[in-house]
């Protein structure tokens, strides 16, 4: 590695302490009610889901539809271990049924638990999918994200997942304790960690030799796999970690929301997340995570106005009514396929240098602009 | 008796009623560069894909240091009729069918006709990555930089490889940045990255003139030393053919015609018929 | 057997009128499919636009010229969306046109959503379709015994129109080698605009037989239809036009069987209601798994 390189990465690194400082600092002196914190923790939720699916669409190369199905086992699986017994046995949650469940878990057993549920029902379902043309394989993956949903739903297994009722009472963000010194973990701060550590561990993934075979068979299959690279055993690979992920940001949904039902992972919640990572740039982790917050912080707070009668001191009412907001935001994304088809970040990443040259570029564009006046 | 590096036993790939390599059996031995000849669409690429893995063919046996690594027979997986020639010869041998990974893991690279370059790479990740099979670390080691030693080697074994071949001024461009020539030796040097015994080339000298097809040749006779390898090469150019390979196998509607020494080859008039038409 | 068919035969009636509807719409699919290689998302959404645009025309005009407008309109709304959302796309890879499809997709049941407030519309009855009849003691509606007839004459002459006529030769070079084609002097972008045209056609009729049926649309009422008409394309082979209805017919009547009838060896009745969805895609699955090329399909292989 470079030494330009290396002061690139402390840079970035002293970039993200901060980040994780101001987040410490809002956290104390704000009230939790702030709308800031909704958006930065569903932020954070999203950032995680979308780069997990970058990893699959941008960086392996396989169009994957499958995201909310494994967001619903991993929030289920959490939602299921950590609630506790005696609300499980009470008729509180459970209404209808008998829960077969007698046991609870701790928060962080839950999450991982929610990860390995995702991980193992990807590995299943890859044997047969991962041996699908690309988009054989999309049609393949939301059918199976289908499936799970009615699965989840399905009367006999009632006892388990609650049929199609509403799952809450278990152990949410309110509630985050480190054990053995007993101090709380502010929520917002929680969300930030879990999700850095598995972005964190993501980025590691791409960039080390494995990440290489995943874009060499991006990039060209039949060279990689001529080059020795397992076609099935690598896909399977990012298959199966970024539905590991998914699972785990799933369980972060849940506990974000407090209550969650299978019926609100659609396919419609997939689309959501891969028009984040377009409109972050297929192949930019950087990118994934600054469109996530960006779509959450316009749905959730800036864009609210286009609902709710009010926007930008214009009351119109009749326009501005429930469902307004999310007609503009596909007009926007169809107009950021369409015409920018890179999204914000390309395929780079955010850093230093990268911001230096777009200024350079910016500036150089405009001088060139000027300049050329004549001769066009 | 010279030692078999790879062995075809008649070899035959049909395509639905397309006969694309017909019985073809040949050898080659430690240490040579063989050529494999024929005009356009006589089957040679065809070879080559059964050879590593691309293809299964539908009848016949391939074997790499004696050991067979590829066989088929009419009622093999695939249950693709076959009654040509030696149909019956190899019923009831199992049916190997390895993927193309588990044949360069054995130790056999190749080239492709159309350089298949990975594009989004730089020079020096194509190289890496092709390093990526005989690595000693698993996805978590690797990930969380337990396995740093090894990656260190490889990333020293790449540097030393493309300072070899004059390409690490280029490590840090885009691969298909590179002119078309020194595409071609990047495409060479990630097949080297492999380790290989044998390196199967698809035309290496497609699309260079004479000088460059000239240095090629010395560059492949040089690698070949220097790696212990043995070399079998699909090629157009009859100057790098006559003048560098040791045997050449002239194959025409995937039937073998004439096999020898690059002399024997020339003067053999069926030869000449294959390429100019029966006259 | 014979004590089966009666005591299922509404639920096999409707299952093969639901399938005439499903074919209608694979069709669609199968044929864009076939020329552009492209999961057009968006076909889905078009058939639950065109459910919507009947309940607004219809309840401010009378039914005989709101029908021939709904065509139109579809037929408008497919053409519009080819040539705004994919025709930039075309020389840009395989997954952009996919996302923008999707784009496309997400689009247009937004404004659906916001047009109708989120809430499901009742679907106007079509005078004659919405009738009831009686056959062997089943009582059903008109739509279901013309549905099958409907679908079945349109497949016809559609197999004329591709077989005969100079843009249905075009359609089948196009979708044989789309590069060659162009290079031939086929207007590739007519034939494309042609094949969404047909498409749209197809999903508006189906959408009023399919709606008269279920007497309700609502924004999302596109997309699972959507998703199985697909799969039945793929189930026949995708690119076929006999296939995707085959496929179609299979899976409607499956999933009828399944959602209502009585238990055949075990399995089927209500309890397995939740599974009549999961059901095409587990076909899906094991159709992909066991003849990737679908029952009609052919075999395309990569050139090394």
Partial sequence: MGKKNKTELWIALVAIALVYIVVIILEQTMSPGNILFTVLKKGAIYSLVAVSMNLLNGFTGLFSLGQAGFMLIGAYTYAILTMPVAVKLSDQVYKYYDCIIHFDTGILVGLICAGIAAAVFAALIGLPVLRLKSDYLAIATLGFAEIIRAIFQWNTLGPVTNGANVMREYKDLTSVVIPIINVRIPPTLFVFIVAGLCIAFIVLLINSSYGRAFKAIRDDEIAAEAMGINLFRHKQMSFVISSFFAGISGALLAMFQYTVVASQFKSAMTYEILLIVVIGGIGSISGSCIASFL???????????????????????????????RFIFSIIIMVIVLFFSRGLMGDKELSFRWLAKKLRRKRSGEAAAKGGGPNA | MPENVLRLEDVTMQFGGVVAVNNLSLEVNRGEIVALIGPNGAGKTTAFNCVTGVYEPTNGIIRFNEEQIVAN???????????????????????????????????????????????????????????????????????????????????????????????????????????????????????????????????????????????????????????????????????????????????????????????????DPRVINAYLGVG | MIEFLHSNLSYILSGISVGGQFALIAIGYTMVYGILRLINFAHGDVFMCAGLMMVYLSASMPMMMAIPLVLILTVALGFIIERVAYKPLRSAPRMSVMISAIGVSYLL???????????????????????????????????????????????????????????????????????????????IDRVISVTFIIGSFLAAVGSMLYFTNYASVAPTSGGMPGLKCFVAAVFGGIGSIPGAVIGAFIIGICENIIKGGSSIFGIGGSGWTTFSDAFTFALLIIILVVKPTGLFGEKATDKV
Wanted: charged share 25%.
């Fill in chain 2, 73 to 267: 027979h009419p009622r093999g997986k695939m249950k693709k009729l076959y009654n040509g020639e030696n149909a019956k010869k190899y019923v009831g041998s199992k049916t190997i069918s390895p993927t193309p990974d588990e044949i360069t893991k054995l130790g056999i690279a190749r080239t492709f006709q159309n350089i298949r370059l990975w594009k989004s790479m730089t020079v020096f990740d194509n190289v890496l990555t092709a390093k990526h099979m005989r690595a000693r670390h698993n996805v978590f080691s690797a990930t969380l930089r337990i396995s740093y030693a090894e990656e260190k080697r490889m990333r020293e074994e790449t540097e030393a490889l493309l300072a070899e071949q004059n390409l690490l001024q280029y490590a840090g461009d885009l691969a298909v940045s590179l002119p078309y020539g020194l595409q071609r030796r990047l495409e060479i040097a990630r097949a080297l990255a492999t380790d290989p015994a044998l390196l199967l080339l698809d035309e290496p000298a497609a699309g260079m003139n004479p000088q460059e097809t000239q240095d090629l040749g010395q560059f492949i006779v040089q690698i070949k030393d220097k790696y212990n390898l043995t070399v079998f090469m699909i090629e157009h150019h009859m100057d790098l053919v006559m003048q560098f390979s040791d045997r050449i196998y002239v194959i025409d509607f995937g039937k073998l015609i004439c096999e020898g020494t690059p002399d024997v080859v020339q003067a």
């Fill in chain 3, 109 to 187: 049941q937004n404004a659906a959503l916001y047009f109708t407030g989120g809430l499901a519309k009742v679907y106007p009855e079509i005078p004659w379709l919405s009738k009831t009849i009686t056959i062997w003691d089943a009582s059903t509606k008109v739509v279901t015994v013309v549905t099958p007839i409907l679908t079945i004459v349109l497949v016809v002459l559609l197999s004329l129109l591709i077989k005969y006529t100079k843009i249905g030769m075009a359609m089948r070079a196009v979708s044989k080698d789309f590069e060659t084609s162009e290079l031939m002097g086929i207007k």
């Fill in chain 1, 295 to 325: 779509y959450i912080a316009l749905s959730e707070w800036w864009l609210r106005g286009l609902d709710m009668g009010k926007f930008l001191g214009i009351d119109a009412p009749g326009i501005f009514r429930s469902g307004f907001r």
